[in-house]
């Protein structure tokens, strides 16, 4: 039986990005209800060669290798309660985190520097900043967001990321480095980090990762 617009838009990542062509996930999801193969539009759900990337229901189906062919230690999922993935993040300049007012929802763009990463990053800040230290929670929603109604913070720093582990190849250890691949990494790239948190939770492990490079 066909999948309803409701059905599909739940297995969209709700990104809202715009490079489908649509506005918003949920345009894509009601031309897909129509024309299923449509679903290759979206990016985060495949790979530049044309196969499509697993949605992860079990171990046995991830390949464990990234779009250079390269291997990685385990996923990591955003929160399920949180718009996207979830990055702890530092201006170049922490001052500008006073200057420019940032608080709670805002949208801000920027993009990291000391990852290799080339992509301007969207976020929507999830807590009150740190007005001290001029630290930033947000989490990655999509280029969208920011031609609506975005402000610009520069480059910055990647102090950690967060989010949730379902699949991993080995016991995950505080202290130690591994490769990861962030779940809607839109390079679909394994970044490397060391693991400085974990707690179990019901359906996973919550983690989180310093010292991030994409390697």
Known sequence: MAESAQEILARLPGKDCGQCGFKTCAGLAELVALHLDELKRCIHLWHPTGAPIPLLPADEDI??????????????????????????????????????????????????????????????????????????????????????????????????????????RQELQIGRRYFFLPRMCMLQSRHSGLVNALAKRERGTRVRVEGIWIA
């Open 63 to 168: 390949t464990w290798k990234d779009m250079l062919g390269r291997e990685y230690d385990f996923v990591l999922e955003p929160f399920p309660e949180d718009p996207g993935p979830r990055e702890i993040i530092v201006p170049l300049n922490p001052l500008n985190v006073e200057r420019l007012a940032v608080k709670k929802g805002d949208v801000l763009y920027g993009r990291p520097v000391m990852t290799g990463c080339p992509v301007t990053h969207v976020g929507v800040v999830v807590e009150e900043p740190d007005y001290l230290n001029g630290v930033i929670v947000w989490c990655i929603v999509g280029p969208l967001a920011a031609r609506e109604r975005g402000r610009e913070i520069g480059h910055y720093h990647i102090i950690a990321y967060e989010g949730i582990v379902r699949h991993a």
